[in-house]
């Protein structure tokens, strides 16, 4: 339509002769009839919107791609449409439950091109009862002979949310990730934001916008046009565009979990219900377990990654680490700072890292046989500082080193201000540095896992793209950082605030495990910088914080000082059978239950905000009838973070599930509690 | 201290040099120290604050009373202080729970004045872990020779919310005493407001304030002064001053319940636990009950108060409701209408009106004995239109004739524009018409109760003065109106919104129980309008709003065409063994369980605000091992208040403690179940 048509138009439409509303072309609600979709084409152009029960939570918000040969979103017609559902249950490996049902409700519907390049995309929603994704399907074109890639420059995809609602979000397109604090602000004042965004209507309905199965494409920001309209901006890319791809292709699942309780959207397992089906085969060589390591000393400055007299990777060091897991049961022992290439300004030259062999002062081979002797296993890691092509060179080596010494899990890390795009002259000639969270990124951090998969060896990525629930699909991604964990309380400028964990279980954490590294006892970091926490909340995290591999962070004998606390540590399991979040509200409290997977067993952690709680728990999780013994790690009671954080009391009682607990949580504070059956408790 | 002696003050002040901080002089923590109260002098004046759990909750604020004859504010001296604690278990004769704990710490603090009148007062504060009550005693002064009253002006209290927060209010000092929509704001836009005044910090954290034991007192109502400070406001009187008492006297308790659940409030026994123990002996005569009767057709306009060819209250109609209730077991059957005085403009010349009579078209003796035939008690009714003192010379006569006819309840009416002191001419000579609220009113509302008790009758006052607790004191007391109820609905301009049952649950109901009138199952008001709920809700409201006595409003033809939904007003108990708030947030929803007091039956309501809920429910407060038959009557797959409202659905399942139920609420939706031991159900 030229100019004069569209004022033509809009003069008519003034008149009220032309402009037909909206047209409604499909619909279809959720299995139980809660949430339902309707795909509506005004004058041509594409929108969905969402309704709950009856009331709108999604307006009418626009679908469409922005090619590099066209707008993909007006002079569409409906061209075809089919329903169908599903309803399964399926296993995890390892994870927050044993068993997880996906149950939705499948919306196919194609719009083509009614002018111009006559293009056909696929648009498919499916619809759970707790929440929707969707995503576009773009086949092979009739008319693509040449063969040519499709550019993707931008999304058009909108998120309009229908009522009042305050966010919880940080900021992307910035420099650093996603290690930010969460801010709280109206979802009106919402800038460029990164995903898991989540989102509280005044009246109490909870929303996460996130993607799920991010392959082979740029992540998904969120940028706020205007009001509470929220679009799609993809991660750029060096050469201009966001995303290359060759047709057939889709785009990761655009989603919406949506519950009246904070608690309902971390149950959710619709992102991990929207990834494919593991390919990796028997994946009992993924070991869920807890670890120590050199790591904690490092960032008090006690030790250097460099080596000199101060090395924190030496092998009488390490040995120490290894007796130590050795004598409280840890599987694992990270050690940072192993290999050559720290010396100096490794910051800005990562492509003096060498994976295969390690410092003159690490005896690699005979640290993995005594590792061997006591029963642990040395943790892998590869510090990249982004210089991502470098790494990708010595991949199958480096694995192949560490598959031969029996290290099974590597922690892989991206330390760099990778938030532009920008050219670095290299010993190997000039590279382009890509955004962190581009189809670039996306595809390394995929071929590593792929990559160690090969060399049954299991991942967890720092300074990682966000976590989408590709954990499905390749069990051997055991979890990643992706926020701003324990280290930010070793600097302490500032250190983590109380409010932190209350925040990370209803943004970060719903996408899924992130390695905090929690535990530090002795709260302090570098310098005798305060962390924000009691001692009780450094235990309950190992319940709040969900994560296959838990860091008991702390140095040794900080640990020895605590023997009563640490015994929580040794305790807690890290794979479940059954989650439940009992209670919560955003950035202000929550309580979590889970049934160890390998016993009867079940554990509570409740952590606080700067705020104390009295907060009543029913037990009714519990077996019904069954007498347990709860050992109950809590705060003191004059407990506080700023001044008596380590107040701190043990008590043990017998309860059954028709108690109610209260939890007092001091301000800044947590418990944890261990539940076992009376009857198993004597052994 | 004159006006240069400020000056210099304030220059040394700035200088640094005089103005010591406040001096904290007196505190005292809650028995599980989850409050603490802290009394400080600065510079002579008196404050106090309120810390829970190490974080302020009340900033310092202010206390004292300006008296006729000088401010009791400045000047002070701690001359005396003593602590003492309570822990007691004591008997509703009927209520939400069957037994109350009473467990504070109390601390008393004597402040006497060094200047000019010497006087003393008593400051008490009683901590129970979930609120506050604080009250001034006022002894006999020693230079109180004369005798003399003291006179009232105002209260100095305040109470400044440490946390940013919002309130949920209704305005005080307008016209229409409680009978408002209540209305969210952030805290600081408050105006002048009636208590309760509930409060959510921005953290989370339920404040409620309000009072007990409201005897001969004016109400206390709350101005914002600034920011998030309110200041106490006296309810005016006629003569000028709010209150004049003899010395000694106390006033009310300020009361503040706090809790970190919206639900904590509800549960909270501090209102009661401040009053004083029952005065009236036995009372094994006041019988909580439901009843139908002569009333939701008057607002229909179907019929009229006033005699004449439309007469509501004739022997016939009434027959027809006595027959209604003895078929399906209603204990009581108002009449509104039946004695003379309504006809003309009774709301103008409630001077007409004769409480010891009936009209002619109404066989008083006859429907009694009809009544008593059918085991079926008529309500009395006594509608003032405010002429106080009239009513009051007809108050013993009123209550023997209804006593001899054994009638045991009587309803009140308080209809008028008392929201102003105005002279009124009447036929006994000129009237000051006081404030609802007042001193005065409060004495008269006592005094009617007092005044009926000794006829063995129990009263439920309509446009009352606002519940504070003396149903402990005066079982007789059993309930009152006191907000929006049902008849809003009847003429719906506009009628009250989904939200207000939500409201009401957070807000008025914290001071005692609402005779709402619930359950009409039309959802027709007059000319047709629309009440904006589905038909489940209007069950959950019997469980939701307590009272021990609930109408079932409808017209009996109405409820003939629901007799599935029907059964539950006939089987829904109104006296309680136990109360649990299982959720809910203030405006958006609440779920309630109760145990039948007469039967091993529990009961839940749920309902909702505008917005459609999924709520998972754990059944934990059922006996642990016992199968329950659960009678669920529940929205239906498609019910909207607007556009589905009579979809619904009766279902019956069984249930243990160990199930979790999914409540599906429709938009404007609620759920009503009711829970039989299945070895109980078979009869």
């Known amino acids: 339509m030229n100019t004069r048509c569209v004022m033509l138009v809009l003069a008519l439409a003034g008149a009220g002769i032309v402009r037909a509303a909206p047209e409604s072309v499909a619909t279809l609600a959720s299995p139980g009839k809660v949430l339902a979709v309707t795909l509506e084409l005004d004058d041509g152009r594409l929108a969905y919107r969402i309704d709950r029960l009856g009331e709108p939570v999604i307006a009418p918000s626009r679908l469409g791609l922005l090619l590099r040969d066209g707008r993909f979103e007006r002079n569409l017609a409906l061209t075809a449409q089919s329903t169908s559902m599903r309803d399964e249950t399926w296993e995890q490996p390892w994870g927050e439950s044993r068993f997880v049902r996906n149950h939705y409700n499948e919306l196919r519907a194609t719009f083509t091109e009614t002018t111009l390049h006559k293009r056909s995309v696929d648009v498919v929603f499916r619809l759970f009862d707790d929440g929707v994704g969707f995503r576009y399907e773009f086949p092979k074109q009739p008319q693509d002979s040449s063969g040519a890639d499709v550019l993707i420059d931008d999304e058009l995809t909108e998120f309009a949310i229908a009522a009042p609602a305050e966010a919880w979000w940080i900021p992307a397109g910035e420099w650093n990730r996603y290690e930010y604090l969460y801010t709280r602000t109206p979802l009106a004042e919402v800038g460029q934001a990164h995903t898991p965004l989540t989102i509280r209507t005044r009246d109490g309905l909870h929303i996460a916008l996130h993607e799920a199965a991010l392959v082979d494409y740029a992540a998904m920001w969120l940028r706020r046009v205007d009001g509470q309209r929220l679009k799609v901006q993809l991660a750029p890319g060096a050469e201009g565009w966001s995303v290359r791809r060759s047709a057939p292709f889709h785009t990761p699942w655009r989603t919406l979990q949506i519950d009246d309780r904070a608690g309902g959207l971390v149950e959710s ?242 996408a899924g495990p992130m390695d905090f590294t929690p535990g530090v006892l002795s709260l302090t970091g570098r310098g005798g910088a305060r962390i924000e926490s009691t001692l009780a909340k450094q235990l309950a995290n190992y319940v709040v914080l969900y994560s296959p591999i838990q860091m008991a962070a702390d140095l040794p004998h900080n640990y020895e000082r605590h023997m009563d606390a640490f015994r929580f540590i040794v305790d807690v399991p890290v794979d479940w059978a059954q989650t439940r979040v009992l209670d919560g509200a955003i950035g202000d409290f929550v309580t979590v239950a ?90």
């Not at 089906?277 to 050199?294: E, F, H, I, Q, T």
């Not at 069954?626 to 809590?634: E, H, L, W």
């Not at 001044?643 to 949580?665: C, G, H, I, M």
């Open 269 to 510: 397992n619709l992102i991990l219900n929207l990834n494919e089906p593991s390919v990796l085969g028997d994946v009992s060589w993924v070991k869920p377990a807890k670890y120590v390591g050199v790591w904690w000393e490092l960032h008090l400055e006690d030790s250097t990654w460099a080596t000199g007299p101060k090395h924190g990777a030496t092998t009488a060091n390490t040995k120490r680490y290894i007796d130590f897991a050795a004598r409280h049961g840890f599987r694992g022992v990270l050690v940072e700072g192993w290999n050559p290439g720290w010396d100096g300004d490794w910051f800005s030259n990562g492509w003096n890292f060498d994976f295969t062999r390690a410092t003159p002062d690490f005896d690699i081979e005979e640290l993995a046989a005594y590792a061997k002797r006591h029963g642990v296993h040395l943790i892998g890691h590869h510090e990249t500082a982004c210089a991502v092509s470098h790494y990708e060179r010595q991949l199958d080596a480096a694995f192949a080193l560490y598959a031969r010494l029996g290290i099974d899990q590597v922690k892989t890390g991206y330390v760099c201000d990778a938030g532009q795009i920008e050219r670095q002259d290299t010993p190997g000639g000039p590279v382009l540095r890509e955004w962190h969270d581009g189809q670039w990124n996306v595809r390394h951090h995929l071929r590593v896992v792929q990559a160690a998969a090969k060399h049954r060896i299991a991942i967890n990525a720092h300074e990682p793209v966000k976590d989408t629930g590709l954990r499905r699909t390749y069990p051997n991604w055991i979890a990643r950082e992706g926020a701003r964990g324990m280290e930010y309380n070793a600097w302490g400028q500032p250190p983590n605030p109380p409010e932190h964990e209350a925040n990370l279980v209803f943004t970060r954490m719903l």
């Open 594 to 683: 889970r049934k160890d997977r390998n016993s009867e067993d079940w554990y509570l952690g409740s952590v606080t905000d700067e705020h104390g709680r009295v907060l009543p728990v029913p037990l009714s999780f519990l077996d019904a009838g069954r007498r347990y013994v709860a050992q109950i790690y809590r705060d003191g009671d004059d407990a506080h973070w700023k001044t008596a954080p380590f107040a701190f009391a043990v008590e043990t009682r017998e309860v059954t599930s028709a108690d109610t607990l209260q939890l007092r949580l001091a301000a800044g504070g947590g418990q944890a509690i261990r539940f076992t059956p009376a009857d198993l408790a004597a052994r």
